[in-house]
């Protein structure tokens, strides 16, 4: 799904921040201009700003940069990448908008415009709805709206901080794509994510191939994992099966005493033929209360 541009515009993201349809940008020096602390963007493609500044001798700083005051100079809000090529272009000033806002505005603002333009890689992504929603405590539904996002695509995105720390990092350089890390979350424990992630990213698994490797090594395990039951218990289990009609799977932990049962069923007139014959007690209970 494509993400939303900023038609939109900062004020109608930020109501509290005016942006002013007849503000004229002014002409700042590069060295006035400090960086944001609340930068979502942890990892800069150099190949990517080499090429803006390209752009930027050739046709200068086209969409002005968004700052605030701070001391005697200005607080970045949005326009990093920017920033970062007009100083490799060699640049003495630049076109800024300057506005008032606070930190709180500030970070939306920062967040929001870096996830609509697509410059975040997919744990960047991430990390920026989990600000949101913590810092802010928005719900996935506001975010979506905010950033032109499809709430699913926000949950699919959030879902990738389950990924073992050192898989994250795969991702966010592109070792590991989006699709086969999400694929590997199926296998629940760190080990094995990682274990099956190494194998993904050196044979190039595509997202098809990682859920067949993810259904295979879930069956493996469930395999080695099933428990041996004691005589008596495989007694109570095909008894249950011959009453029952169906296949049941009797799960007991002989620390505890404790387990569960696993009935199966084959369509929506089984089921009922099922509960009929588990609640016959029930329906005979209820005809002497009568």
Not at 20 to 35: G, H, N, T, Y
Not at 156 to 184: H, I, M, T
Not at 222 to 244: G, T
């Amino acid at each position: 799904m494509q993400k939303k541009g900023l038609g939109r515009g900062l004020s109608a993201l930020i109501p509290h921040v005016e942006v002013a349809k007849d503000s004229l940008p002014l002409q700042v020096e590069v060295d006035r201009i400090a960086p944001s602390p609340m930068q979502p963007r942890r990892l800069f493609d150099e190949a990517k700003i080499d090429e803006l500044a390209a752009s930027v001798r050739d046709q200068g700083i086209i969409q002005p940069l968004l700052v605030r005051r701070s001391g005697d100079g200005y607080e970045l809000i949005a326009g990093e990448r920017r920033l970062r090529a007009a100083l490799k272009a060699g640049l003495k000033a630049v076109p800024v908008v300057v506005r008032e806002a606070s930190d709180t505005e500030a970070l939306q603002l920062a967040l929001i415009e870096n996830l609509q333009r697509e410059d975040l890689n997919p744990i960047e992504e991430a990390n920026a709805y989990q600000r949101l929603q913590k810092e802010f405590g928005w719900s996935q539904e506001v975010i979506a709206d905010k950033v032109g996002r499809s709430r699913p695509a926000v949950a699919n995105s959030l879902r990738l901080l389950l990924l073992p720390k050192e898989l994250q990092q795969e991702v966010a350089w592109g070792k590991l794509p989006v699709g086969q890390a999400r694929a590997l979350l199926g296998l629940e424990r760190d080990a094995l994510i990682l274990s099956a992630a190494r194998k993904v990213i050196a044979q190039g698994l595509s997202t098809r191939e990682t859920e067949r490797l993810v259904g295979r090594l879930k069956l493996g395990r469930r395999k080695r994992e099933a428990p041996i039951l004691d005589p008596d218990l495989r007694s109570l289990m095909e008894r249950l099966q011959r009453c029952l009609g169906t296949k049941v799977r009797l799960m007991h932990r002989a620390r505890s005493g404790r387990g569960k049962i696993e009935i199966d069923y084959y369509s929506a007139a089984d089921l009922e033929r099922l509960i009929q014959l588990m609640t016959v007690n029930e329906s005979r209970g209820a005809s002497l209360q009568n």
